[in-house]
């Protein structure tokens, strides 16, 4: 059927009702229909329009279902709305982009409102708040916007350019035109309701596993049957096990602790870990040999039956149900990249080389093998002995900013203080301020922001009866370089649609450069040389560990593409081959161990699919735009880069740091490091 499509209407082969329900002879009629019809829009429009009618109108039509209407309809809508000349276009770009501030907004405000029982630390939860809380305002704005024709309308008016042409075309866009463009991003998928709820049932399965598969690792033992754990201590796998490791380092028995859950991490990648372990403390278990003990006899054990895999599994084919109505992301990994991080997949990959094959991390090696005494261990990824304590007494910075900040008035009232020590005028900072209020979180503390210009961003962190400590301090301020970001990002941007940054990296970025600085707008001690030569190579090196890992989670979901009828067994083989593949490439020259397959061990990889890579890309923006601003003029940098809007991510970086995002400034950090050291 695809083949009778032809030429400019190829785009009709996505539309999953016609090819669906329809007949060969129909799809040519309607493709007919559809050429006409362009023409005679066009006919009535100036020429300068041409382009976007053709496009518009295409793409309007692949979203047409049969319960919007007949062909004759669409015909109508196209007819009565699409602009004929660009100043009509333009006021109606702005009629629509009001409208949708005042939707999105509102939206936004309510979800803050209705939760605020939840999420700040005032009075008593009642059963009811929980209702409200979990009331979403806007879950059926795409629905009732193409029940109203709103979303054809906006499509054909202001189509969506893909992440290719925003990276060709973009550089030479006005403003306007990259908020024309992103308005085209607002109605990018009719996904049925029913295809989410099914995926959304299997992340809570998967979530489900993962969160249940605790390890005792009191129970674990030795080839002499000792045990070398707390007798009752359970870790989550993988992030508890990590930690462990990474605990471990301080401990004199540590390396035998490292190499039980080691072993341990092996057998759950290759699924040899027996079932009775999981989530139970009943059984002795040596991870070394795979023994199982009860009480001092062997049992026959039962290894788990690739469940870890049949999760993947089960995923991969609720997302592929919904690719085909996704025209312009017709797989995850586009959507998870192209669509998400804005990003193309083979330059995220290719970043993830350059820095895990960089020379340096052969001597960052060295360098820790000479620190422990003994050669490296693939669990030497988690390494994190370059983390550098604060030596100040925790308990008297307590006290003194309890003092400080006896209550949240006392926090909001200092924050323009807070933003002139940081180099933001007193104008600047009293406007900025003004849009943000502070309170007591029930939770660890988080940022949320206005999405409309009347309204106002909320710094939540932990404000205790006798004031905030040093913990709820330094949460504040990470917070708070979040809201600047939200702030500037939404006030001082030109147009409502391009408010925002690229993705959530970019006002991470942020929020850490100001955390970096929580003590010295205490005018307490500023980082010095040696503190930051040791955090450069603790990036460099946790950077090699969740790239490598990054890359597997990638390269398993280019092969399940490959392979869609893969059993949990064959995906299994195939994710440990991979695991090891990469590992041979990348790990070996530095570790000189071959074949493990540890980087196939993160949790993630099984209920949040392709979300690993957003870690260290954003730790590198962080780092790049980090190291950028170190020496610059905070204030006028920070203006410079955050009233840029929502752009694509490289084209942000390019207008805020000079270039692209890359791995260089990492690698040079790490470079003149091992200097220092030397
Ligand atoms: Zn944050």
């Known amino acids: 059927m695809k083949t009778l499509v032809i030429g400019a209407f190829a785009l009709l082969s996505f539309f999953p009702a016609l090819l ?117 305002a806007g879950s059926h704005f795409s629905d009732d916007m193409f029940a109203n024709k709103i979303a054809f309308i906006t499509i054909m008016n202001f189509p969506f350019y893909s992440l290719d042409e925003k990276t060709e075309l973009g550089p030479d866009w006005s403003r306007l035109e990259w908020a024309y463009a992103r308005m085209g991003d607002v109605f990018k998928s009719r996904i049925p309701a029913r295809l ?108 788990e039956p690739d469940t870890r895999y049949q999760h993947m599994i089960n995923l991969f084919g609720a997302l592929k149900n919904i690719d085909v109505y996704s025209p312009h992301f017709p797989d995850y990994i586009s959507r998870k990249f192209e669509e998400d991080m804005e990003i193309r997949v083979e330059e995220v990959e290719a970043v993830f080389v350059e820095l895990i094959s960089a020379p340096e991390l052969k001597e960052i090696g060295k360098v820790i093998e000479k620190r422990l005494g003994r050669k490296l261990q693939p669990w030497d990824i988690w390494y994190d002995g370059f983390k550098t304590r604060s030596s100040l007494d925790i308990n008297k910075l ?61 710094l939540r962190t932990r404000i205790g009866t006798n004031g905030m400590d040093y913990k709820g301090y330094n949460i504040a301020i990470h917070e708070f370089g979040h809201n600047v970001e939200q702030t500037i990002s939404l006030q001082n941007v030109d147009y409502y649609m391009l408010n925002g940054v690229p993705n959530t990296s970019f006002t991470e970025a942020l929020a850490f450069v100001f955390q970096a600085r929580d003590l010295e707008l205490l005018g307490l001690e500023k980082s010095d040389d040696q503190s930051r030569h040791f955090a450069a190579l603790d990036n460099l090196w946790s950077n090699y560990e969740i790239m490598g890992v990054s890359l597997v989670d990638i390269h398993v979901w280019k092969w399940l593409y490959a392979h869609p009828e893969a059993t949990a067994t064959e995906l299994k083989e195939a994710v440990n081959r991979i695991a090891v593949e990469t590992w041979n490439k990348y790990y070996y020259p530095v570790f000189g161990i071959k074949d493990s397959p540890i980087l196939a061990v993160y949790s993630h990889m099984i209920d949040y699919p392709l979300y690993l890579s957003a870690y260290p890309i954003g730790q590198l923006i962080e780092f790049q735009f980090g190291s950028y601003i170190r020496d610059k003029n905070f204030a006028a940098e920070v203006y410079k880069a955050f009233t840029q809007g929502r752009l694509i991510p490289q084209l942000w970086m390019k207008g805020a740091v000079g270039s692209e995002i890359t791995a260089e400034p990492a690698i040079e950090a790490a470079r003149s490091a091992l200097t220092f050291l030397r």
């Open 20 to 136: 669906g329900q329809t007949t060969n002879k129909e799809v040519m009629t309607k493709n007919q229909n559809l050429k006409e019809l362009i023409s005679e829009v066009k006919a009535k429009a100036d020429s300068d329009q041409h382009r976007r009618i053709e496009k518009g109108l295409l793409q309007a039509f692949s979203f047409w279902r049969e319960e919007d209407g007949t062909f004759d309809d669409f015909r109508q809508l196209c007819l009565e709305h699409s602009a004929t000349t660009s100043a009509q276009r333009q006021a109606m770009f702005l009629r629509i982009q009001d409208n949708f501030e005042l939707l999105f907004g509102s939206f936004n405000k309510i979800s803050v409102g209705l939760k605020i029982p939840l999420h700040v630390d005032e009075g008593e939860i009642i059963p009811v708040d929980r209702i409200f809380g979990g009331y979403g």
């Open 196 to 303: 989410l709820l099914d995926y959304e049932q299997i992340v809570t399965n998967a979530d489900g596993y993962i969160s249940n598969y605790n390890i005792y690792v009191g129970k674990l033992t030795d080839k002499n049957g000792k045990t070398h754990f707390p007798a009752d201590l359970k870790l989550i796998s993988h992030w508890g096990l990590r930690d462990e490791i990474k605990a471990s380092y301080a401990i004199g028995e540590g390396f035998t602790r490292q190499s039980l859950i080691y072993e341990t991490m092996l057998r759950i990648i290759r699924q040899e870990i027996p079932q009775e372990v999981i989530n139970n403390n009943e059984f002795n278990w040596n991870p070394m040999s795979n023994a199982l003990m009860k009480d001092g006899k062997k049992i026959i054990h039962t290894p």
């Open 398 to 458: 307590d006290k003194m900013l309890q003092e400080k900040y006896p209550d949240k008035a006392a926090f909001e009232a200092d924050l323009p203080n807070i933003l002139v020590k940081l180099g933001f005028d007193t104008d600047s900072a009293r406007s900025i301020a003004s849009r943000i209020i502070v309170d007591p979180s029930r939770g660890a503390g988080h940022a949320w922001g206005a999405a409309m210009k009347s309204d106002k961003a909320r």
